[in-house]
């Protein structure tokens, strides 16, 4: 019986460390799916920029002229992005709120402004 309990509590403690390491890769498959969404969007709207000689108002102007109906304006996390014209530092602010979803906590947003200084220091 003892031996069936101590099988038992390896097998639980193997699970938990598996589950741990699937959730890991699976917010680190969000956050690039969300990096890469940014970079697309962020060309569209230069595109934009280019034909109309002002930025969008918001992201959904973009479609379809410059993003394709069929593709999202939305975050691995299934939220909108956080779009703004002017942004705070330079000519818009495009955010995903990252996991929690929350653009008001800043220590897990994805900004399309620090993708590679983020990046660099991985």
């Known amino acids: 019986m003892v031996e069936m309990l101590a ?10 460390i598996v589950a741990g390491a699937v959730v890991k890769h699976v917010e680190g498959a969000r956050e690039t799916t969300t990096k890469a969404s940014m970079v697309k969007i962020k060309e569209a709207i230069q595109v934009y920029k280019m034909s109309n000689h002002a930025y969008p108002d918001n992201l959904e102007a973009l479609v379809p002229d410059c993003i394709d109906a069929d593709s999202s304006i939305q975050d691995a996390w299934e939220n909108d992005f956080y779009y703004t014209v002017p942004g705070e530092e330079r ?6 709120g ?11 947003n994805i900004s399309i402004w620090d993708l590679k200084k983020k990046d660099a220091h991985k």
């Open 7 to 16: 099988v038992l509590v390896i097998i639980g403690l193997i699970v938990t």
């Open 91 to 96: 000519e818009f602010d495009l955010i995903s």
């Open 98 to 108: 990252g996991p929690d979803e929350d653009v008001n906590t800043t220590e897990d």
